[in-house]
T-cell receptor, first 114, second 114 residues
Framework: GQQLNQSPQSMFIQEGEDVSMNCTSS?????WLWYKQDPGEGPVLLIA?????ELTSNGRLTAQFGITRKDSFLNISASIPSDVGIYFCAGQRPLGDSSYKLIFGSGTRLLVRP | KAGVTQTPRYLIKTRGQQVTLSCSPISGHRSVSWYQQTPGQGLQFLFE???????NKGNFPGRFSGRQFSNSRSEMNVSTLELGDSALYLC?????????????FGEGSRLTVL
């Protein structure tokens, strides 16, 4: 089935470092989204991207919708301990019958060393 | 406004039993989606309901079913439980039928099958 390849699987970084993660697919998506899941919680939407080439920031987070529409990246600048969690990318495309298909990547587990 | 509420938060069942999980979406949201989250498989889409109609279905066996009520609350049922059904079941709501991919997740119901 259709899959999103998200990398890296996990990262263990020092507080203050910048972080970069990305998702790629063999298929085109109309929307790319990035979610974060804290331990014991459900995922929370961080950034949504709707146009190829779009670059959007949310505080220290920046995400881009790849121009091929097959990839997206998320950068976190100056990481802090509360950035710990699992980051998921998600791609969405219409199915042609007014419904949509939303696929999640396998997640990037981020650990931040104080 | 109140978030997505899932009950119960934790439950333990034995193989062969059945389980019903409940989800109350954000007030005004008409779409409810269900996901299964396991360490090995990530977030897997189960089904989506909009205005009491199933709009989309993932690749799960018929033992997994759901429904949505007129007040948009949703339930999912798993019959004849198997060990592999142990997972975190997440419910997500959105105003439209998932057209933007912007989902609001609950905290999940963690099911353990013994």
């Amino acid at each position: 089935g259709q899959q999103l390849n998200q990398s890296p699987q996990s990262m263990f970084i020092q507080e203050g470092e910048d972080v970069s993660m990305n998702c790629t697919s063999s298929s085109i998506f109309n929307t790319w989204l990035w979610y974060k899941q804290d331990p014991g919680e459900g995922p929370v939407l961080l950034i949504a991207l709707y146009k190829a080439g779009e670059l959007t920031s949310n505080g220290r987070l920046t995400a881009q919708f790849g121009i091929t529409r097959k990839d997206s990246f998320l950068n976190i600048s100056a990481s802090i301990p509360s950035d710990v969690g699992i980051y998921f990318c998600a791609g969405q495309r219409p199915l042609g019958d007014s419904s949509y298909k939303l696929i999640f990547g396998s997640g990037t587990r981020l650990l931040v060393r104080p | 406004k109140a978030g997505v509420t899932q009950t119960p938060r934790y439950l333990i069942k034995t193989r062969g039993q059945q389980v019903t999980l409940s989800c109350s979406p954000i007030s005004g949201h008409r779409s409810v989606s269900w996901y299964q989250q396991t360490p090995g498989q990530g977030l897997q889409f189960l089904f989506e309901y909009f205005s009491e109609t199933q709009r989309n279905k993932g690749n799960f066996p018929g033992r997994f079913s759901g429904r949505q009520f007129s007040n948009s609350r949703s339930e999912m049922n798993v019959s004849t439980l198997e060990l592999g059904d142990s997972a975190l079941y997440l419910c997500a709501s959105s105003y439209h039928t998932g057209s933007t991919g912007e989902l609001f997740f609950g905290e999940g119901s963690r099911l353990t099958v013994l």
